[in-house]
C-alpha cells in the first residue's frame, strides 16, 4: 500500500461507513437498508486492507456480505408483505436513544483521548497473514476452531428446527 | 497527515454507537438484526487496529475477529429464522406489536 | 509452532457430552415419530457417563491445549452441576413432550451442545473461548425457548430473547476487545500481570470491563438488563425455562467469577462499586417485582433475578472464599429450582396450551396431590432460604464470606431482601394447603416414573445439602487456576 495515500483512503472508508451506517438504521425501506449495510460492510473490508489485515478482509467479503447480508435479503423478501414502506420504522424510544448512543460514543472518546496505548512500532508488520493466521489456527487456536464448529453445527440445527414447517 | 490507531478506535466506537441507536430504535426485527451486525464490525475493526498497533507480530485480534464473523453468521441464522417463525405465527416482524406479554 | 499436548482425559466430560449430542443428532431422522423419545434416554446415559468422567477428574487441577482448557476443582465443580441440570431437565421433558404433542428429538442434542457451550465456559480463563462456549449455550437456548413453535408466547419468548442476547453478545465482545487493546492478551492470567505492574490502570481497562458487565449481566439477568428475562422465562417451554435458570445462570457466574473475582476485577477501580450498586438494584428490584405475579413462572422469573443480586455479592466481596460459596449457591439454587419446575411442568403439561401457569392453578394441590405438593413446599422454602435446606446454606456461606471481608451494609440489604421474598414464595404454599379449590378443578396429570426419580433426586438433594453441608463444605476451597 502507498503510504501517501493511505490516509485518504481511509477518510474516504470512514465516511462511506459511518454514511451508509446511518443509512441502515435510519431509511424507511428496510431492503434498501440491506442494500447500504452492504455497501457499509464492503468498506469495511476496505479499512482492514488499509490496517494489514488482507485475510480478514477477504473474510469480511466472502462470508459477510456474501453470507449474512443475502441471508439478510432473503428473510426481508419472505417477509416482504410486512415489511413495505409507509409503515412507521421507528419506535417512540428516538430522543432517548440519541441520549444514549451520544454519552455513549463520548465516554469512549474521552477514554481514547485519555488511554496511554502500548504500541509497538518497532515490529515488522507481514506482508502475507493468510499462512501465519492458517498456522496458527491449527496450532495455538485449534481449540476455538475445534469450539467454533459445535457454534455452527448448534446454530444449523436449531435454524432447521425453527424455521421447518410441520 | 498520519493515521494513528485514536483514528480507527473512533470510527469504530461511531459505527457501535449507530448500531446502538439502530438497535434502540428499530420496530423491524430484521433491522433490529442488521444493527447488530453493525455492532460486531464496530468490534471487529477495534480487533484488527489494536492487532495492527499493539501485537503486530502475532495475530491474536485478527483470530479473534474472524472467530466473531463466524458467530455473526451463526447468530444470524437463528435469527432469521425466529424472524421468520414469528412472521408465521403473528403475520408481523415489528417487535413492538408482538406484546402478549408486557415486557 | 507445534501442536500443543493434549490431555484426552481432562477433556473427556465435555468430550463426551459433545460425542453425544452428535450422535443423537445424526439418529434423530432415523427414528419414526413415535420412537423420538430414545433419543432423550441416549441423552441422558451420555451425561450420566459425562458426570462419571467428571468425578474422576476431580483434583487433577491440571491444564491442556497450553492452557486454553482448565481441568480444576472450579471448572469440574461447575461441569458438575451443568450436567445434572441437564439431566434433570431431561427427566421434566420426555413427558412434557409427549403431552404437549411437540415430541421432536431434536430438542435433546440441542440440551446437551448447550450443555457442553456452559462446560467450555467454566472451563477456560481464555476470553475467546469463553466467548465461543457462551455463544454454543445462547444459540442452543435462542432456538429451546422458542421450541414450542405453534406457541404464541414460546415464539415471543424466543425473539425477545435473541434479539436482547445477541445485542449483549456486542456488548461482550466490545468489552474483551478493549480489554485486549490495553493488555495485548485474551488470557486472564496475562491480563493481570500486564494490568498489575502498571501505577494508574487505563480508562480504556474500567471502560472494557464495565463493557463485559453488562454483557454478562444481560446473561444473569441483572438489574438493568434484566429486561428479557420475564417474557423468555414466561414464555418458554416450562422444562426450558427451569434449565435456562439453572445452567446458564451458572455458567455465566463461574465465568464472571473466573474473569473479575480471582481474575482482574481488583486491579481494576471503580469494579467493586459496580458490582455493589448492581447486585443491590437487582436483588430489590427482582423481589419487589415478584410480589405482584399471578404467573408462577414470571414469579420464579423475577425470583431469579433476586437471586442474581445474592449471587453478585460474591463478586463484590472478591475473594476466593466468596466464590466457593457462590459455587455452592449456584449448586443449591439450581437444584432447587430444577425441582420446582418439575412440579410446574407437570402441572403445564395437564392442558395442551399453557393455561395452567397461574399460581391459581396450584389451589389445594396439596390436598388432592400430598407428594408434589410437598416437594414444591420444599423448593418454596428452600427459595426463601429456611433451614435445612439447600438454599439457607447457599445463603449462609455466601453471607458469611462477605461478612468475614466487613461487608455489613451489603449483607443487612440481602437479609432484608430474603425477608421480602418470604412473601411471594409462601404464598404459594399457602394456596396449595389452605385454599379450598373454587371452580373446575385443574387436572394434574399422574406423576411418570422418570419425573418421579428425578423428583426425588431433587427433594434428597435439597434437603442433604441443607442437613449435612459439611460434605460440600470441603468445597468451600474449590481450587481455581488461572488465577494469579
Known amino acids: 500500500m502507498d503510504s501517501a495515500i493511505a490516509p485518504y483512503l481511509f477518510y474516504l472508508f470512514s465516511f462511506v461507513v459511518v454514511v451508509s451506517g446511518l443509512l441502515v438504521v435510519t431509511l424507511r425501506d428496510i431492503f434498501h437498508c440491506a442494500l447500504f449495510l452492504i455497501l457499509c460492510l464492503f468498506s469495511v473490508a476496505g479499512i482492514y486492507v488499509l490496517l494489514g489485515a488482507d485475510f480478514i478482509a477477504a473474510v469480511q467479503v466472502l462470508l459477510y456480505v456474501g453470507a449474512i447480508a443475502v441471508l439478510m435479503i432473503f428473510a426481508i423478501m419472505l417477509t416482504a408483505k410486512v415489511s413495505g414502506i409507509g409503515i412507521k420504522q421507528q419506535n417512540e424510544q428516538v430522543p432517548i436513544a440519541i441520549i444514549t448512543t451520544v454519552a455513549f460514543v463520548a465516554i469512549a472518546l474521552y477514554g481514547l483521548g485519555k488511554t496511554i496505548w502500548n504500541i509497538k512500532t518497532d515490529v515488522a508488520i507481514p506482508d502475507n497473514t493468510t499462512m501465519a493466521i492458517g498456522k496458527l489456527l491449527m496450532t495455538t487456536y485449534v481449540v476455538p476452531f475445534e469450539i467454533v464448529s459445535v457454534v455452527l453445527l448448534a446454530a444449523l440445527i436449531g435454524a432447521i428446527v425453527i424455521a421447518r414447517r410441520n | ?103 | 509452532m507445534s501442536f500443543p499436548n493434549v490431555d484426552f482425559a481432562l477433556l473427556s466430560p465435555s468430550l463426551i457430552v459433545c460425542i453425544t449430542a452428535l450422535l443423537t443428532m445424526l439418529l434423530v431422522p432415523f427414528l419414526g415419530e413415535k420412537r423420538q423419545v430414545v433419543v432423550a434416554h441416549l441423552s441422558w446415559i451420555g451425561l450420566s457417563i459425562a458426570l462419571f468422567a467428571v468425578s474422576q477428574q476431580i483434583g487433577k487441577n491440571a491444564t491442556t491445549f497450553g492452557g486454553m482448557f482448565l481441568g480444576d476443582d472450579f471448572s469440574q465443580f461447575f461441569s458438575g452441576i451443568f450436567i445434572v441440570a441437564a439431566m434433570l431437565t431431561i427427566f421434566t421433558s420426555i413427558d412434557y413432550l409427549r403431552r404437549k404433542e411437540n415430541e421432536h428429538g431434536e430438542y435433546y442434542p440441542l440440551i446437551l451442545f448447550a450443555t457442553y457451550g456452559m462446560m467450555v465456559m467454566a472451563s477456560s480463563s481464555n476470553l475467546l473461548v469463553i466467548f465461543l462456549g457462551l455463544e454454543i449455550m445462547s444459540v442452543s437456548l435462542y432456538v429451546l425457548a422458542g421450541f414450542a413453535r405453534t406457541e404464541l408466547k414460546s415464539t415471543e419468548a424466543a425473539i425477545k430473547y435473541f434479539l436482547l442476547g445477541a445485542f449483549a453478545t456486542g456488548f461482550t465482545v466490545f468489552g474483551i476487545a478493549f480489554v485486549y487493546g490495553v493488555t495485548g492478551t485474551f488470557d486472564v492470567a496475562g491480563i493481570i500481570n500486564a494490568a498489575f505492574g502498571q501505577s494508574n490502570v487505563d480508562t480504556f481497562l474500567i471502560i472494557g470491563s464495565a463493557l463485559l458487565l453488562i454483557g454478562f449481566g444481560f446473561k444473569v439477568a441483572a438489574v438493568p438488563f434484566h429486561m428479557w428475562a420475564p417474557d423468555a422465562y414466561e414464555g418458554a417451554p416450562s422444562p426450558i425455562t427451569g434449565f435456562m435458570s439453572a445452567g446458564p445462570k451458572a455458567a455465566a457466574f463461574a465465568a464472571m467469577l473466573r474473569i473479575f473475582s480471582v481474575g482482574f476485577g481488583s486491579t481494576v477501580p471503580h469494579l467493586q462499586t459496580l458490582f455493589w450498586i448492581v447486585a443491590v438494584a437487582t436483588m430489590t428490584v427482582g423481589n419487589i417485582i415478584a410480589l405482584r405475579q399471578n404467573n408462577i413462572k414470571r414469579m420464579l422469573a423475577f425470583s431469579s433475578i433476586a437471586h442474581a443480586g445474592y449471587i453478585l455479592i460474591a463478586l463484590v466481596v472478591g475473594t476466593g472464599e466468596a466464590s466457593s460459596a457462590a459455587a455452592l449457591y449456584l449448586l443449591a439454587y439450581a437444584l432447587t429450582n430444577l425441582g420446582a419446575f418439575m412440579v410446574i411442568a407437570l402441572v403445564d403439561s395437564g392442558a395442551k396450551h399453557d393455561e395452567f401457569t397461574s399460581i391459581d392453578t396450584y389451589t389445594g394441590l396439596a390436598r388432592k396431590r400430598p407428594f408434589l405438593g410437598l416437594a414444591l413446599t420444599l423448593f418454596m422454602l428452600s427459595l426463601a432460604g429456611f433451614p435445612p435446606t439447600a438454599g439457607f446454606m447457599g445463603k449462609f456461606v455466601l453471607f458469611k464470606a462477605a461478612v468475614s471481608q466487613g461487608f455489613y451494609v451489603l449483607i443487612v440489604i440481602a437479609v432484608l431482601n430474603s425477608l421480602v421474598s418470604v412473601f411471594y414464595y409462601l404464598r404459594v404454599v399457602v394456596k396449595m394447603f389452605m385454599t379450598e379449590p373454587d371452580g373446575q378443578p385443574v387436572e394434574v396429570p399422574a406423576v411418570p416414573v422418570f419425573l418421579m426419580v428425578a423428583l426425588a433426586f431433587a427433594v434428597a438433594a435439597v434437603l442433604l445439602i441443607g442437613v449435612y453441608p459439611q460434605g460440600w463444605f470441603n468445597f468451600a476451597g474449590l481450587s481455581i487456576l488461572g488465577a494469579n
Open chain 2, 1 to 103: 497527515m498520519e493515521i494513528s490507531l485514536a483514528h480507527y478506535l473512533a470510527l469504530a466506537a461511531i459505527l457501535l454507537g449507530i448500531g446502538m441507536f439502530g438497535v434502540l430504535t428499530r420496530r423491524n426485527a430484521v433491522g433490529i438484526l442488521m444493527s447488530i451486525e453493525l455492532m460486531f464490525n464496530a468490534v471487529n475493526i477495534n480487533l484488527v487496529a489494536f492487532n495492527r498497533y499493539v501485537t503486530p507480530a502475532d495475530f491474536t485480534g485478527q483470530i479473534f475477529s474472524i472467530f466473531v464473523i463466524v458467530v455473526a453468521a451463526a447468530e444470524a441464522t437463528v435469527g432469521l429464522a425466529i424472524v421468520l417463525l414469528i412472521y408465521r405465527n403473528f403475520r408481523d416482524i415489528f417487535v413492538d406489536n408482538i406484546n402478549l406479554m408486557k415486557w
